[in-house]
C-alpha cells in the first residue's frame, strides 16, 4: 500500500490535554505531509516535513518523522474544541500525487 | 491569503448527464489535481495535471472523465455521463511544484446524481 496509516483511527480528549497521533508507511519517501479535514470540508495542509528532517514544529504542532522505522507522529499541545477533525498523513512517493488513509478522527469536548 | 476556490458548492444532475466542475487554483502554481471523497470514505486521487497536460491518473479517471485548463485561470473536470457512483465530494488541488510542496484544497463541490 502506497498509503500512510494511521493509529489510533479515534481519539477523544479534553481541552487542554495533549493528542498524539502516529503514521507509518512502507517504502522510502521524500517528505512526509499532515493534513487536517474538518467534517464534509477540503483538507487544510499542516506541515511538511522533508526526509533529512527528525522534528518540526509549528504553532502547537510537533511533527516527528524516523524513516528508519517509516513512521512519523503528530502532537497538537493544549488541544481546542476547535482542533475536532480528521488528521491524515501524506507520505510523499516521488509519484505525482498524494494518497490519503483513513485518517485519525480527533474529538477534542470542551 | 491565496485560496483555492471550486464553482459550484453542490451540483444535482440526473445519471447520464454530463457535468463540469471548476475550479480556480493558486495563481502562481504550476501543478493542479482532483481528488473525489464518497460519503464516510477516503479521498481518492483522481488526476494530476501538470504543463497542460494529465501527469498521473487513477483507475477511477476512466473515459468518462477530462480535465482542462481552457484559460490561465480555470481548472476543470467533465464527466461525461454521470452514474449513481459518481456521487461524492470533489476537490481540485494545486502545488507550487508537485508534491515536494503542500497542497492546497477548495472547498469542494458536492455532485449528488439521482
Known amino acids: 500500500s502506497q498509503q500512510g496509516e494511521e493509529d489510533p483511527q479515534a481519539l477523544s480528549i479534553q481541552e487542554g490535554e495533549n493528542a498524539t497521533m502516529n503514521c507509518s508507511y512502507k517504502?522510502?519517501?521524500?517528505?512526509l505531509q499532515w493534513y487536517r479535514q474538518n467534517s464534509g470540508r477540503g483538507l487544510v495542509h499542516l506541515i511538511l516535513?522533508?526526509?533529512?528532517?527528525r522534528e518540526k514544529h509549528s504553532g502547537r504542532l510537533r511533527v516527528t518523522l524516523d524513516t528508519s522505522k517509516k513512521s512519523s507522529s503528530l502532537l497538537i499541545t493544549a488541544s481546542r474544541a476547535a482542533d475536532t477533525a480528521s488528521y491524515f498523513c501524506?507520505?510523499?512517493?516521488?509519484?505525482?500525487?498524494?494518497?490519503f488513509g483513513t485518517g485519525t478522527r480527533l474529538q477534542v469536548f470542551p | 491569503e491565496p485560496e483555492v476556490t471550486q464553482t459550484p458548492s453542490h451540483q444535482v444532475t440526473q445519471m447520464g448527464q454530463e457535468v463540469i466542475l471548476r475550479c480556480v487554483p493558486i495563481s502562481n502554481h504550476l501543478y493542479f489535481y482532483w481528488y473525489r471523497q464518497i460519503l464516510g470514505q477516503k479521498v481518492e486521487f483522481l488526476v494530476s495535471?501538470?504543463?497542460?497536460?494529465?501527469?498521473?491518473k487513477s483507475e477511477i479517471f476512466d473515459d468518462q472523465f477530462s480535465v482542462e485548463r481552457p484559460d490561465g485561470s480555470n481548472f476543470t473536470l467533465k464527466i461525461r455521463s454521470t452514474k449513481l457512483e459518481d456521487s461524492a465530494m470533489y476537490f481540485c488541488?494545486?502545488?507550487?511544484?508537485?508534491?515536494?510542496?503542500?497542497?492546497?484544497f477548495g472547498p469542494g463541490t458536492r455532485l449528488t446524481v439521482t
Open positions: 488541488a494545486s502545488s507550487l511544484a508537485g508534491t515536494a510542496y503542500e497542497q492546497y
Open positions: 517504502t522510502s519517501i521524500n517528505n
Open positions: 495535471f501538470y504543463n497542460n497536460e494529465i501527469s498521473e
Open positions: 501524506a507520505p510523499d512517493l516521488n509519484t505525482d500525487k498524494l494518497i
Open positions: 516535513i522533508r526526509s533529512n528532517e
